[in-house]
């Protein structure tokens, strides 16, 4: 298995650990290899660790005769049935080229969408963006998806994406979370007989040992960028009640003057409906911020694969407001387990936050709903859907 980063607190790397609890848990044997930059220290034990001889550059997406003579190695003493890439698009296609010559069946599984979008997310400002799956790389430039300056390095991440897309077409099997997931592998060529859908990575034990509460606020938390809806906030909230209450999670302290002006939001933290919270540091610090929430304020808008706060928040029994887009659409049922709103309908998004905020029988409700959905995405049967995938 080759993941993005295979140990620390990042949404990718505790995908991966997900990702390996699992299959240690169905019985499989599992080697992971990685970048020579990575420690693998907190991996779960059980799965051997082996550093690469280098740092996975994106030349060697061409050729690289030391990382395939290593690789060669590994393969020797190892005897891999599968080669598993997970997370985004960094894992050099040379190794799965020659994991295919090998004998060796190729699976991937993509937690963002960098395998056809420059942006990664792939989102605009009017929406989900699924064109360049479809016509690689023209949408790009004429939506200008680079950024000024970075042409060059636009150039070089879509012959990787060139690169690494041929192996998913010719790829033993490609997996997804959900139908909106595998649909776009379909749309960037791949069969619909390599298609495989299997249960979401994530791992939510560390959850447990939380008591829900209720502060009476919404959290909003995640990257402030427009992939993730943080240019409709404004909207949103000036829609609201005054009396809605709603907290953003920053990271770092420094970030937040930046943000307030780029997204409009100075007049609602001058009244004291928007509170930004930063300084959360540790997981703890995060999942407490989370516990004690309302509710979730969930603005993604792309096509997503069930973002880690998500999970989190369905796990917690929080009632969620979100977009129909990607993977939140085929998971999310409006008034039952969340409420939905359709894409762009920012008058339904806030009439159905002021509707919770007001409302704790419905809040107790779509809460309850959501911990049963989010228990059923990681249960035995859903664990299990990894055999049935890799066949």
């Excluded at 009640?241 to 953003?248: A, D, G, K, N, Q």
Aim: aromatic share 10%; proline share 5%.
């Amino acid at each position: 298995m080759i993941p993005d980063i295979p140990d620390g607190n990042s949404s990718g790397a505790l995908s991966a650990s997900a990702t390996v609890k699992q299959l240690l848990s169905l019985g499989h044997e599992v080697y992971i290899i990685g970048r020579s930059i990575d420690t693998g220290s907190s991996l779960p034990e059980g799965a051997t660790y082996q550093p690469a001889p280098t740092n996975f550059r994106w030349y060697e997406h061409f050729s690289s005769p030391k990382l395939v003579a290593w690789f060669d190695q590994l393969c020797d003493a190892f005897n891999p049935d599968y080669l598993l890439m997970i997370g985004g698009i960094q894992k050099p296609a040379t190794l799965a080229r020659r994991a295919r010559r090998r004998g060796i069946k190729t699976a991937f599984l993509f937690y963002i969408n960098d395998f056809y979008c420059t942006r990664i997310y792939a989102g605009l400002v009017k929406g989900p963006c699924t064109a360049c799956a479809t016509l690689p790389e023209l949408p790009a430039l004429k939506n200008r998806c680079y950024s000024p300056g970075r042409f060059a390095q636009f150039i070089k991440s879509a012959i990787v994406r060139a690169l690494v897309r041929r192996e998913i077409r010719k790829a033993h099997r490609v997996l997804g979370y959900s139908k909106s997931q595998t649909a776009l592998h379909a749309l960037t060529g791949v069969a619909s007989s390599s298609l495989a859908q299997v249960s979401f990575q994530f791992d939510p034990s560390d959850l447990d040992d939380w008591t829900p509460s209720d502060d009476g606020y919404f959290a909003i938390t995640g990257q402030a960028i427009l992939q993730k809806g943080f240019h409709l906030l404004a909207a949103i909230l000036a829609r609201l009640p005054p009396t809605v209450r709603v907290r953003m999670s920053i990271y770092h302290a420094q970030e937040a003057n930046g943000i307030i002006d780029r997204f409009g939001l100075q007049p609602f933290c001058d009244s004291g409906q928007l509170e930004l919270v930063h300084n959360l540091r540790s997981r703890s610090d995060y999942v407490a911020f989370l516990s004690r929430a309302r509710g979730l304020i969930l603005t993604s808008y792309y096509p997503t694969t069930g973002e880690f706060v998500l999970q989190e928040a369905l796990y917690l029994g929080k009632p969620v407001i979100a977009f129909d887009v990607g993977a939140h659409a085929d998971i999310l049922r409006d008034g039952d387990n969340a409420m939905v709103a359709a894409t762009g309908d920012l008058n339904d998004f806030a009439d159905k936050i002021a509707r919770l905020d007001k409302d704790a029988e419905l809040r107790r409700n779509i809460g309850d709903r959501a911990r049963r959905s989010a228990l059923s995405f990681y249960d035995a049967a859903a664990v299990a859907e990894w055999d049935t995938a890799l066949i």
